[in-house]
């Protein structure tokens, strides 16, 4: 389809503000975007949503046109929601790269747009996949008369004998073909969850390269596979302006097939697909909205040290909505998770946030409604999960209290199991995170009723901190490994206390006394900070010179070396009984 396209429907109100000798050119895509660099997600000929989350300042408007420029894309689209107006500094840019311009009214979705332009460019193409265009209303529809995503799988697999499946980040299973179509010529076979982590994880290896797709992975049984990335359609989530973050979040559809020879038209027409599939996305994740809010009140409660009695009114609101039909009153289990980057600015919670939704969620269990059990929310740099569980009065104690085999990782009745609860999701997220980035995770005990909420979101944040001592880009601790140290300390007779306190602080107090060398502070700090030398200089505006020279006088002091896990742990507990 042709730009000038865009101006001939009403509906899609938008108004040309720059750029009218260049509506002829060719859209053969289109792409929603609010990152500053969207660059490696280019291929030329897209029309560029922006909602301008993205312009700080006048100057963001040139280099951000320059970029799509230089990635020759068809035209610009700016929302009017964030800024009530297209700033004259982003015309005046898109004027001098002779970049056409358009404003999109507040009332009118990105959603609209992406759909209209879908149906105009693939149903313009004399292709192989016009049934899948045709018909894709089927899959904005909800309830029995759609179907989803899984109706364009079962049409892939039908009309192009090609089998294709959706898959999360982590490998999960978000759609697969109809028995239908998998058992019909060139329908899609079972696709283990061995092979889904595999694939997952070449996936987000790849993008952190900045390679574009489709990437191409060849298994162990010789078996190829395309792998496609299906994007948010939604403007990016506050905090997931640095790409390694936002490839973490990202959908893909997998092709049981070598697209390495296909032709360029062929090509198109799948991604034009997963734009499809990206719009059904973003409304599955407006439907964890409702969660998260109720996720975050009871947070912000338990936080701020409400009396237990609100904090279980505010649960009784929740609990009809994460498990419905229940009688009786859930148990809850509590989870906080951490993802942070090396040299990374903004707040991690948000992504933590998303991320922790996905781990959460058994990989073996397709379709986004396990997720509809589990309601997180995220403060800073954390997330914080609030997972109820079925009580079961008639259980062993060890199942009741999370300790029991039957549910496995997963078990909502038995409750969260931290030793396994990342071991599906392992491979796939370390290739994500790809050494400059970690994933801890902490998992408390049940607790029966609002008045241990607030010791399981400490007990959860414990562990994690375990978690975070510990090598690894993808980490877990649950409360079993704190039960020897910080759920005993109450029964620590006094002296016992003090003289274990006494012995491995009071070194450093005097020291600190004699020289104003402030140690102490800076052990809290560094064991807070999970030992990461560049986030504790930061934190205590040092240089990482200095802030190396007082912990090697903590060492040298107290003859403990802080590189080991337990002399941190003996420093964590001697700071919480002093």
């Not at 010529?185 to 900045?210: D, F, K, T, W, Y």
């Amino acid at each position: 389809m042709r730009l000038r396209a865009l101006l001939e429907t009403d509906a899609l109100g938008l108004r040309l503000l720059g750029g009218e000798e260049e509506l002829d050119r060719t859209v053969r895509g289109v792409m929603t975007t609010d990152l500053r660099d969207p660059s490696r997600y280019l291929s030329g000929g897209e029309l560029v949503l922006t909602g301008l989350a993205w312009r700080r300042e006048p100057e963001d408007s040139e280099r951000f046109v320059r970029i799509l420029v230089a990635a020759q894309v068809a035209g610009l689209a700016a929302g009017e929601a964030e800024l009530g107006s297209v700033p004259e500094d982003l015309v005046l840019a898109c004027a001098r790269h002779r970049l056409p311009l358009f404003s999109v009214v507040e009332d009118v979705s990105f959603a609209s747009i992406t759909e209209y332009v879908v149906r105009r460019v693939s149903g313009e193409r004399a292709g192989d996949l016009a049934a899948v265009v045709d018909r894709h209303r089927r899959l904005m529809t909800s309830g029995p008369a759609g179907g989803g995503p899984e109706v364009v799988l079962d049409l892939l697999g039908s009309d192009l004998d090609l089998p294709a499946w959706v898959l999360s980040p982590t490998g999960r299973r978000i759609a697969v073909p109809s028995v239908a179509a998998a058992a019909g010529p060139g329908g899609a076979p079972e696709l283990p969850s061995a092979v889904c982590a595999r694939l997952a994880g070449e996936h987000l290896a790849a993008q952190r390269s900045g390679r574009r797709g489709p990437h191409r992975v060849t298994t162990a049984d010789g078996a190829t596979y395309s792998l496609f990335p299906i994007r948010s359609g939604g403007p990016a989530p506050s905090g997931a302006g640095d790409v390694r973050e936002t490839v973490l979040s990202d959908w893909l559809l997998v092709v049981g097939a070598d697209a390495g020879d296909w032709p360029e038209e062929r090509l198109d027409l799948l991604h034009g697909v997963t734009q499809l599939i990206a719009v059904e996305r973003d409304r599955r994740d407006a439907s964890r909205t409702v969660r998260r809010r109720l996720a975050q009140e009871v947070l912000e409660l338990v936080q701020s040290g409400a009396p237990p009695a609100e904090v279980a009114a505010r649960l009784r609101v929740a609990a009809p909505v994460l498990l419905p039909g229940l009688a009786t009153a859930p148990h809850w289990q509590v989870a906080v998770a951490q993802v942070e980057w090396e040299g990374a600015t903004a707040p991690g919670g948000p992504v933590a946030q998303s991320l922790l939704e996905e781990v959460l969620v058994d990989p073996e269990a397709t379709g986004p409604e396990p997720s509809d059990r589990i309601a997180v929310a995220h403060t800073g740099d954390e997330a914080v999960a609030l997972v109820p569980l079925p009580p079961l009065p008639d259980a062993p104690a060890a199942d009741a209290e999370g300790g029991g085999s039957g549910g496995g990782a997963y078990g909502f009745e038995a409750g969260l199991h931290a030793d396994a609860l990342l071991a599906a999701v392992r491979e796939p997220l370390s290739r994500g995170l790809d050494g400059d980035g970690r994933l801890t995770l902490g998992v408390s005990a049940v607790v029966h009723s609002a008045d241990g909420l607030r010791g399981a979101l400490e007990e959860a944040r414990h562990a994690r901190r375990v978690a975070a001592a510990r090598p690894g880009r993808v980490c877990a601790a649950g409360h079993q490994e704190l039960a020897s140290h910080v759920l005993l300390l109450p029964f620590v007779p006094d002296d016992v206390r003090r003289a274990f306190t006494a012995r491995l602080l009071d070194p450093l107090y005097d020291y600190d006394r004699r020289h104003r060398a402030e140690l102490i502070p800076t052990l809290e700090a560094f064991l807070d900070c999970d030992g990461s030398w560049t986030r504790c200089a930061t934190r205590l505006h040092l240089h990482v010179n200095t802030l190396r020279y007082r912990v090697g006088r903590i060492e040298q002091l107290t003859g403990r070396d802080l590189a080991r896990l337990e002399d941190k742990l003996d420093f964590f507990l001697a700071l919480r009984m002093s």
